[in-house]
């Protein structure tokens, strides 16, 4: 099993929608969760941490599952400008230092169509 | 606020050469880590440094080594480049110490092509 597994998509949506994926880890010792962006042929992008709690942001909601170990991105009512491919990433370094580095998936390729 | 910024953009090698990429950390950041991305994959850790030390290594040959100087620029060195080392090399530099915490500001890469 992968550490960090992801459903390639393409995820097909159209636009004003509410898309949700989910990111799957199998260390449970990961410590933090993230959602990055990265746009075609770009640099990956903070979108936003995932606390314990859950967090929101905008129209971006994500959710953390201890139990079931994966972490969750809601986008609600979708815009074109979302299109982008979404990675997440765990960091598994007990310590917290991070030195382990990130963990990322493959990423979910969203396409919001018009 | 200058962000993370990567040298050169673009650059093609032949198997068995070597090659140096260059990163500048954003205003503040201690801590650089290197990442590889292969096409249709997620970014992969190669290894981070505080302090001009490696200080996390992740599943890379020792043919990958670093540097890292006083003023926090960070450089990628490949020796005996394969054909498989072609990629995307993303520098991310961290507004906290070691890199606690995880949130990592990327640099616009270095894609590297090996014939």
């Known amino acids: 099993r992968k550490e960090v597994e992801q459903d390639p998509g393409p995820f097909n949506v159209p636009e004003g929608a509410t898309v949700a994926f989910n990111c799957t880890y199998s260390n449970s010792a990961s410590q933090s969760f993230f959602w990055y962006r990265q746009d075609c042929r770009k640099e990956p992008k903070l979108l936003m941490s995932?606390?314990?709690s859950g967090n929101e942001d905008g129209r971006f909601t994500a959710q953390l599952n201890r139990a079931s170990q994966y972490i969750s991105l809601l986008i609600r009512d979708s815009k074109l400008s979302d299109s982008a491919t979404y990675l997440c990433a765990v960091n598994i370094d007990p310590a917290g230092g991070g030195a382990d580095g990130l963990t990322f998936g493959k990423g979910t390729h969203l396409i919001i169509q018009p | 606020e200058t962000g993370v910024t990567q040298s050169p953009t673009h650059l093609i090698k032949t198997r068995g050469q070597q090659v140096t990429l260059r990163c500048s950390s954003q205003?503040?950041?201690?801590?650089v880590s290197w990442y590889q991305q292969a096409l249709g994959q997620g970014p992969q850790f190669i290894f981070q440094?505080?302090?001009?030390?490696?200080?996390g290594r992740g599943n890379f040959p020792p043919r990958f080594s670093g540097l890292q100087f006083p003023n926090y620029s960070s450089e990628l060195n490949v020796n005996a480049l394969e054909l498989d080392d072609s990629a995307l090399y993303l520098c991310?530099?961290?507004?906290?110490?070691?890199?606690?915490?995880?949130?990592?500001?990327f640099g616009e890469g270095s894609r590297l092509t090996v014939l």
């Open positions: 995932v606390y314990s």
């Open positions: 991310a530099s961290s507004p906290r110490d070691r890199g606690l915490g995880g949130e990592l500001f």
């Open positions: 440094y505080y302090r001009e030390e490696e200080n």
């Open positions: 205003s503040g950041h201690n801590t």
